[in-house]
T-cell receptor
Framework: NAGVTQTPKFQVLKTGQSMTLQCAQD?????MYWYRQDPGMGLRLIYY???????DKGEVPNGYNVSRLNKREFSLRLESAAPSQTSVYFC???????????????FGPGTRLTVT | KQEVTQIPAALSVPEGENLVLNCSFT??????LQWFRQDPGKGLTSLLL?????REQTSGRLNASLDKSSGRSTLYIAASQPGDSATYLCAIRSGGYNKLIFGAGTRLAVHP
């Protein structure tokens, strides 16, 4: 059981280049999330997908797009990378259903992105 | 807007000490609170989750408490070990759809 996997682990981009970060989970979870983590700050939500076929903006969506390809996969795309997008990106997933149930979020190992 | 603060930002203790990490939040209307551990260069591992109706949760040497009325949670680590060295993050599920709001974390170093 691999849990949440992310590729690539590391990436260096030049300003203006584009790339897609991949995330997959094998726990049959409905909800998936993309966060970024910057030094001295907590994780901030970029986008999330409550279920297959739906996506919504989080706290810091500007400069990003997402695709929920199927129930397993949720990708994050940077169309024109900027130095401000240098960060560590985490994907997470969660079972969902009744909102009062305390299902935990499970996190991938992260992608370390540097934009020069 | 919900804000989550963790104090202290960093902590260094000798092995064997009992210690307390603090997490405070501004809006008491929460669904639950989750404590995570993050090792350098790694992802997050969930340690404990406390529902809004609960006061505390325990797992081994870890005990997390929740006081919604005062907007506070504490993570108590008993008999600390060098292997406990990591960054500890608390996160609140508050409003929205299953979204977590994170504190900046407490970086813990336990030295032999």
């Amino acid at each position: 059981n691999a849990g949440v996997t992310q590729t690539p682990k590391f990436q260096v981009l030049k300003t203006g280049q584009s790339m897609t970060l991949q995330c997959a989970q094998d726990m049959n979870h409905n909800s998936m999330y993309w966060y970024r983590q910057d030094p001295g700050m907590g994780l901030r939500l970029i986008y999330y997908s409550a279920s297959e076929g739906t996506t919504d903006k989080g706290e810091v969506p500007n400069g990003y797009n997402v695709s929920r390809l199927n129930k397993r996969e949720f990708s994050l795309r940077l169309e024109s990378a900027a130095p401000s997008q240098t960060s560590v990106y985490f994907c997470a997933s969660r079972q969902s259903g009744h909102t009062s149930l305390p299902y935990e979020q499970y996190f991938g190992p992260g992608t370390r992105l540097t934009v020069t | 807007k919900q804000e989550v603060t963790q104090i202290p930002a960093a902590l260094s203790v000798p092995e064997g000490e009992n210690l307390v990490l603090n997490c405070s939040f501004t809006d008491s209307a929460i669904y639950n609170l989750q404590w995570f551990r993050q090792d350098p260069g790694k992802g997050l591992t969930s340690l404990l989750l406390i529902q809004s109706s609960q006061r505390e949760q325990t797992s081994g040497r870890l005990n997390a408490s929740l006081d919604k009325s005062s907007g506070r949670s504490t993570l108590y680590i008993a008999a600390s070990q060098p292997g406990d060295s990591a960054t500890y993050l608390c996160a609140i599920r508050s409003g929205g759809y299953n979204k977590l709001i994170f504190g900046a974390g407490t970086r813990l170093a336990v030295h032999p």
